[in-house]
């Protein structure tokens, strides 16, 4: 079963700076990573799909990055509506668990 | 508007059942698989159940024998039933499109979600 962790728990960043978060997969599961933004009150967002692809419409500050076990999601200058919790998604293999790992908030400093 | 609103949540007794709805539009709704992703207040996001485009359906095991999955392509509707519903069931339920890939899915399109609340 692979089972996806997400560091850190909550990262506080000031709007304009780099944001860097992490998921890590406990066996590879090549390029087969989601990202996805979820603000308060509303559904999850798809960012990244393929581990490095954006979605249709999410802004170039927004990055994914890494293949295998390792993963990040970048968004180069935070602005204020970024703010939220970010989940990553392997589809690599379907464990009893789900796919999803538990997520980052990102606060504002 | 490519959309999906989930409807038929509410407040249920512990052993009830509820069954909810998810009407697409703005694709083609036979297309593609469907999913149901749960999230309980404050936590993370918990895949519930899907349906593939020939009615094929996947459940993890905390909800399979009292949940099932259904689909009506022709009134562009997903649903699901949820039988002997217990308190841990509780949360928002988010209906959503699966993007197929060569072996599991991602998901590219989310309702905004119905809450069942499982509460004597």
């Known amino acids: 079963e692979i089972v996806m962790t997400q560091s850190p728990a909550t990262l506080s960043v000031s709007p304009g700076e780099r944001a860097t978060l992490s998921c890590r997969a406990s066996?590879?599961?090549?390029?087969?990573l989601a990202w996805y933004q979820q603000k308060p009150g509303q559904a999850p967002r798809l960012l990244i799909y393929?581990?490095?692809t954006r979605a249709t419409g999410i802004p170039a500050r927004f990055s994914g990055s890494g293949s295998g076990t390792e993963f990040t999601l970048t968004i180069s200058s935070l602005q204020s509506e970024d703010f939220a919790v970010y989940y990553c998604?392997?589809?690599?293999?379907?464990?009893?668990?789900?796919?999803f790992g538990q997520g980052t908030k990102l606060e504002i400093k | 508007e490519v959309q999906l609103v989930e409807s038929g949540g509410g407040l249920v007794q512990p052993g009830g059942s509820l069954r909810l709805s998810c009407a697409a539009s703005?694709?083609?709704?036979?297309?593609?698989?469907m999913h149901w992703v749960r999230q309980a207040t404050g936590k993370g996001l918990e895949w519930v159940s899907a349906?593939?485009?020939?009615?094929?359906?996947y459940y993890p095991g905390s909800v399979k024998g009292r949940f099932t999955i259904s689909r009506e392509n022709a009134k562009n509707s997903l649903y699901l039933q949820m039988n002997s519903l217990r308190a841990g069931d509780t949360a928002v339920y988010y209906c959503?499109?699966?993007?197929?890939?060569?072996?599991?899915?991602?998901?590219?399109?989310w309702g905004r979600g119905t809450l069942v609340t499982v509460s004597s």
């Open positions: 349906i593939g485009t020939a009615g094929d359906t």
């Open positions: 066996q590879s599961v090549s390029s087969n």
């Open positions: 959503a499109r699966g993007v197929a890939t060569t072996l599991y899915w991602y998901f590219d399109l």
């Open positions: 998604q392997q589809y690599n293999n379907w464990p009893p668990q789900g796919p």
């Open positions: 703005g694709f083609t709704f036979s297309s593609y698989d």
């Open positions: 393929g581990a490095s």
